[in-house]
């Protein structure tokens, strides 16, 4: 084989694999995957200069036109507070406090990021809704419950986002464990 | 086997710089996408107010149901873009302004303005802007301005869309 075609096999190769990698690397990566606080991971550098490649091209995926940290914080969670994987098949419960933030909302996502259909259109529960701002439970289950819901439309995967838009500190600061909801599930 | 040496360490070297290209590209190409599928709406560099968020939108990932959005895909090819944004009857809204590269260029909220109309241009560096308006630089040609306008009850909402829908976008060339 001559030489200038063993370059060009493995110079092509090397190429396809190098981006090809980098695709898998992004479509496999989570939103804010560079801070994890108990289920919830969330970054502070979204949409802006400071964001690295990885960051920006995991957001660009999966949360485009996110806002900097000083104006909302994302938190995202595609698992429990034991770690397992969230199923829209079985019921949690989304214990939270206060939320440090002038409002916030909690939205339910299929693993592409798009909001999932169900027969309620119901597809989120903001800040606005909650009776007790201080305590509060969202029950994130397939069929419909008493209290405030978030339908699952029973899917096999699912996340949520809690926004929080114009938080107390300015967002320098992520909210901690104790500040941010459990996730616990109580059946399937 | 002698041969495969050096073309092998270029692989490598190329894998190294696919790698990197693809990363530092991946984010212009899908910015680049949702500008132009957002622009099937109203054109570039014209306003259009979206409907609610539900799970047949597809325009954009990750959208807020609790937000009605109002969007801008600008193309300053032909020169700067002006937009106005009128002030809208809920507790937050807000305008951003993201680049090609998807950095958010200039972000303001209801608060800061005190609750008054924005109006900014969006200009490439060395386009002018006229003294009367506040310049918005970014980099590259295209992009988003976006309007949020929290909907906090959906009954509120045909008020909300009424006012929001005196906001615009137009180039000023």
């Known amino acids: ?188 | 086997m002698r041969g495969w040496f050096f073309p092998v360490l270029v692989g490598l070297v190329l894998a190294f710089v696919g790698y990197n290209v693809a990363m530092v590209q991946f984010p212009r190409v899908l910015m680049e996408l949702a500008t132009h599928r957002i622009a099937k709406g109203a054109g570039y560099n014209n306003m259009f107010a979206a409907p609610l968020a539900t799970d047949k939108a597809r325009a954009i990932v990750r959208p807020s149901p609790d937000l009605a959005y109002s969007t801008c895909p600008f193309d300053l090819s032909d020169g700067p873009v002006l937009v106005e944004v009128a002030p809208v009857p809920a507790p937050y809204w807000s305008l951003s302004v993201f680049d090609a590269r998807t950095d958010a260029a200039y972000v303001r909220n209801n608060v800061e303005a005190n609750n008054q109309p924005i109006r900014i241009a969006i200009a490439q560096e060395g386009q002018p802007v006229p003294d009367s308006m506040a310049a918005v630089r970014v980099k590259g040609t295209t992009g988003i301005a976006l309007i949020r306008v929290l909907v906090q009850d959906r009954r509120q909402f045909a008020a909300i869309d009424a006012a929001r829908r005196k906001s615009r976008c137009k180039g000023l060339s």
């Open chain 1, 1 to 188: 084989m001559r030489p200038w075609i063993r370059y060009a096999i493995c110079g092509v190769l090397g190429l396809a694999l190098g981006a090809g990698a980098a695709v898998q690397r992004v479509r496999t990566g989570a939103l804010g995957a560079n801070r994890a606080i108990g289920p919830w991971t969330t970054g502070s550098d979204f949409g802006t200069a400071r964001a690295g490649p990885l960051t920006r091209a995991i957001v660009s995926l999966r949360g485009l036109l996110a806002l900097p940290a000083h104006e909302a914080r994302y938190y995202n969670a595609a698992v429990d507070s034991t770690g397992a994987v969230l199923d829209g098949r079985c019921r949690y419960r989304v214990s939270g406090g206060s939320i440090p933030a002038k409002w916030w909302s909690l939205t339910l996502y299929d693993h592409p990021g798009y909001l999932v259909a169900n027969q309620a259109n119901i597809f989120s529960v903001a800040s606005a809704a909650v009776p007790n701002s201080a305590k509060w439970d969202v029950v994130v289950a397939p069929a419909e419950q008493a209290g405030l819901w978030l339908p699952t439309g029973r899917i096999e995967r699912f996340e949520l986002t809690l926004r929080a838009y114009l938080p107390d500190d300015g967002g320098m600061g992520s909210m901690t464990r104790d500040q941010l909801p459990a996730i616990v599930k109580e059946g399937c």
